[in-house]
């Protein structure tokens, strides 16, 4: 009886949310999962915060920052569901815990960086496109700041490497934007196109990162290839809180911006904005959780509050 079964009601809502423009990709999967499971159990009437809980503990796999992530989910969908079935119990807001936990990012270092390009191109086999491509990706991952995804999803009409522009289309919170390159990136890229074309004269795929094949590179692809660079690269012996990931190089990215604007003497309040367009972002809160006190940017803030308090450059 698909009229009462809460995968009918999870359907109608991702049509509905869908519809206004949320790609509710990772959370719409989820949801279904949690549909399947309240239909599994046989489960009646409205969402309750038992059902809810049940449901975001049952993964064995998880965590409890996991669990609480995975309730998190839920509440929107007990909102909505509100309006329907006012028996619909809302799971109040950290009830298994905080659901987002930041870690502590790695902030790469120029040299950092440099071992990191430079050890993608040993990745085997040594013939095949693997470690240009690794190389190209994770070099424009460092000087922009993209997400991996938005990355790898680039199409080869995405980039204009006579401009140096990128064009990020449809992406998190469904915007799309430009991203001018520095003309070293630009430079880069084409190298990579002029090696990619040469083993692969007829690709399969139109995006501009591809395997040997023509196929598109993928982000798990990416993924293990960053993990047998960091395990050479002897990162892996870190403690895992401390092991360089590869969405660090967002982070870094931010950071070294920033502290590159401090030493210019630009206002970094007045540049925020530019930068958290430049990222993506809806808003330029969504920037801050990109931003790290790393030793470097202190010792400017430490200066300058500093010369404040004696009232040199600055007004007490």
Not at 247 to 276: I, M, Q
Request: positive net charge; glycine residues 6%.
């Amino acid at each position: 009886m698909k009229s009462w079964s809460m995968i009918s009601k999870v359907d109608e809502y991702l049509i509905v949310r869908r519809a206004l423009g949320v790609q509710l990709r990772i959370e719409g999967g989820q949801l279904l999962d949690f549909a399947r499971y309240a239909d599994s159990i046989k489960h009646r009437g409205p969402i309750t915060v038992e059902l809810a809980v049940r449901w975001a503990r049952s993964s064995e796999r998880s965590s409890p920052l996991g669990w609480a992530r995975r309730l998190e989910v839920v509440r929107p969908f007990a909102r909505y569901r509100l309006a329907f079935d006012p028996g619909t119990e809302i799971p109040p807001r950290n009830l298994l815990g905080p659901a987002h936990r930041r870690k502590q990012p790695h902030i790469y270092t120029p040299k950092e960086v440099q071992a990191l390009l430079a050890a993608a191109t040993r990745l085997k086999p040594p013939s095949s496109l693997r470690a240009a491509t690794v190389q190209a990706v994770l070099g424009l991952l460092a000087c922009t700041g993209l997400r991996p995804a938005e990355a790898l999803k680039l199409a080869r009409t995405d980039v204009d490497v006579e401009t140096g522009v990128l064009t990020i289309r449809e992406t998190k919170f469904c915007k799309s934007r430009f991203v001018p390159l520095h003309s070293s990136a630009t430079r880069a890229l084409r190298r990579y196109a002029r090696i990619r074309d040469g083993k692969v004269p007829d690709p399969i795929a139109p995006h501009f990162f591809i395997v040997d094949g023509g196929a598109p590179f993928t982000k798990s692809k990416l993924r293990t290839a960053f993990i047998r660079i960091r395990r050479d690269l002897g990162w892996w012996a870190a403690p895992r809180r401390q092991r360089p990931r590869l969405y660090d190089l967002r982070h870094s990215f931010a950071c070294l911006r920033l502290l590159r604007w401090c030493a210019e003497g630009v206002d970094v309040h007045c540049a925020l904005p530019t930068l958290s367009t430049y990222l993506g972002h809806v808003k330029v809160s969504d920037t801050y959780w990109y931003l790290t006190g790393i030793p470097e940017l202190m010792a400017i803030t430490a200066g300058r509050f500093e010369r404040f308090i004696h009232g040199v450059g600055g007004r007490r």
